[in-house]
């Protein structure tokens, strides 16, 4: 299945290569513009029925002018390559974890924290706060792009093929992959596992063949990605709250109109609106399909003992990147508004 995804993926890349050049559909006739969206989830993921509502609204209202066209699956490759093409401008939009923007601008690591938003409400409001985001997403312009969204991905916890996580000691010894992100590796370490970097595509094989011992991630990775099938053991320790990121080319967004770029914005929080409502019916079918089809055990252990041994990583952050300073501060009002989930 990896192998067919990697010839789609060069073929696909080897069709904008060759439309890119007119930005129309090549020798079709048709004049519209093509606007091409990548990103690494699977066709029934929120994201892909968010980004289809995108693709549905900017085609109802500038359908003369637009075709949008989405890419989901790693079509047109991993994250960190989709994030160089948008850079470039060979396509115009793409889905990001947070965790990889960091290694574009440093400003990205602040929501990359272990245990930085006090519950769901907080995260929310925190990342629905122009203050909180404004300068972040703003950060990369000068590298080509610039977040215009972001994108519920819940929480990630632990998740292991044989050995339930109920303590950081349990970590001890194992090889858990994390996402390529400094962040992530340095936390997976002082956490006590041994962190082991790799692309969201790669995860399911390895899991499968034992060169990892588990991963961390939401609960949708067990379904729609399949690693339920080979871990069996889910660990509710609350680790991250990592928002995806809907980043899109600069030159693409400064060139359009002023009354087309108030219909891109509404898009943007369509995108927003629609994957967070998705969002948690997803989880909530997730749960149940890796519980009783699966197999999967769901642990809740206490998650203090995580969190006290990550909590040093704040304060080294914050004096790292003054800068973020007074954004982690603001962040830290919503934890002390909305301390716990609200059942
Ligand atoms: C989640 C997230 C993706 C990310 C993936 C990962 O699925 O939504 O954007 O790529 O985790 O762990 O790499």
């Known amino acids: ?59 109802e209202r500038l359908g003369d002018k637009y075709n ?21 401008g060979a396509i115009d939009f793409c889905v990001a974890s947070n965790s990889i923007l960091e ?24 990342m629905d706060d122009p203050e909180i985001v404004g300068p972040i997403f703003e950060s990369t312009k000068k590298a080509g792009f610039q977040a215009v969204t972001w994108i519920d991905a819940g929480t990630r916890n632990f998740y292991t093929v044989s050995t339930p996580i109920e303590s950081p000691a349990d970590l001890k010894g194992l090889k858990i992959r994390v996402q390529q992100s400094p962040t992530n590796v340095e936390m997976m370490n002082l956490l006590g596992g041994s962190a082991t970097p790799m692309g ?38 609350m680790h991250q709250m990592i928002p995806d990121i809907l980043i899109g080319n600069c030159a693409f967004l400064d060139e359009l109109p002023e009354d087309e770029r108030e219909i891109f914005e509404e898009g943007f929080q369509l995108v927003n609106s629609v994957e967070r409502e998705e969002w948690v019916k997803s989880v909530e ?25 990550c909590e040093s990583m704040h304060a080294k952050m914050i004096e790292k990147y003054t800068d973020l300073e007074p954004i982690y501060h603001k962040i830290q009002e919503y934890n002390t508004q909305y301390p716990t989930d609200a059942e």
Not at 68 to 88: A, H, K, N
Not at 214 to 237: I, P, W
């Open 1 to 59: 299945m990896k192998q067919c995804r990697r010839v789609l993926a060069v073929f696909a890349s080897m069709t904008i290569a060759v439309t890119a050049l007119s930005g129309c559909g090549a020798g079709s006739g048709d004049k519209r513009q093509i606007i091409r969206i990548g990103h690494n989830q699977a066709t029934d993921h929120p994201t892909n029925i968010a980004l289809t509502a995108f693709e549905e609204y900017i085609e």
């Open 68 to 88: 949008v066209e989405v890419y989901p699956s790693e079509l047109l490759g991993s994250q960190t390559d989709m994030v160089q093409l948008t850079q470039t």
């Open 103 to 126: 290694t574009f601008s440093e400003n990205y690591t602040l929501f990359n924290l272990p245990y930085l938003f006090a519950s769901s409400q907080a995260y929310h409001q925190s």
């Open 200 to 237: 969201f595509g790669d995860v399911y094989t390895a899991l499968q063949s034992k060169v990892i011992d588990g991963a961390e991630n939401n609960e949708m990775a067990l379904t729609s990605n399949g690693h339920g099938d080979v871990c069996k053991y889910y660990s509710y320790d």
């Open 285 to 309: 079918a997730a749960r149940e399909k890796a519980e009783n089809e699966q197999g999967v055990t769901f642990l809740y252990p206490d998650t203090k003992p995580f969190q006290e041994i």
